[in-house]
């Protein structure tokens, strides 16, 4: 029985340690994607449920230039769900593509005129001409004409 409350101890001991660990290194990705988000302008905040995993939101007022974003890229090993908002900004094709490429794991999203609308949603209606790069067609502007008279 002496054997068996030992091994349960060193269990216990373990487990605590492996619990601080990894406490620790939950708080350091943390401040490192707060220090990310903060050199770019922007705001996060989270809701936070440790060990199981947080809920980060992130808002983006400008575009992350690369080395930002390579800061940035720490959000695709956060544990949970990672949500990251552009709020009035212009975005490109290019740099959508660069986004998605770069923060594969988290969920993009536009913000224009106070509307959320996730990334692929909004890219499709920043382009002029109707047949997109990987296939998909867009929308474009049909202007309202009255019908020729019918033939007497």
């Known amino acids: 029985m002496k054997r068996f409350s030992k091994f349960i101890l060193l269990l ?12 620790w290194n939950v708080t350091r990705k943390e401040n490192l994607l707060s220090h990310a988000v903060s050199q770019i302008g922007g705001r996060n905040g989270s809701i936070p449920l440790w060990p ?16 930002q974003l390579d800061q940035l ?8 769900w990672v949500g990251i908002a552009f709020e009035n900004c212009e975005l490109a094709v290019d740099d959508v593509n660069r986004l998605r490429a770069n923060l594969d794991r988290c ?12 990334l692929d949603a909004a890219s499709t209606k920043r382009t002029n001409h ?7 067609v867009g929308r ?13």
């Open 73 to 80: 890229r720490i959000a695709n090993n956060m544990r949970g």
């Open 52 to 67: 199981l995993g947080t809920e980060y939101r992130i808002t983006l007022t400008s575009l992350p230039t690369p080395d």
């Open 107 to 118: 969920h993009l999203f536009v913000v224009q005129d106070g509307k959320m609308s996730p």
């Open 140 to 152: 474009f502007k049909v202007e309202d004409q009255s019908s020729p008279p019918a033939d007497r």
């Open 12 to 23: 216990a001991a373990l487990a605590a340690i492996a619990l601080a660990i990894d406490y």
């Open 130 to 136: 109707p047949m997109q790069p990987s296939g998909d």
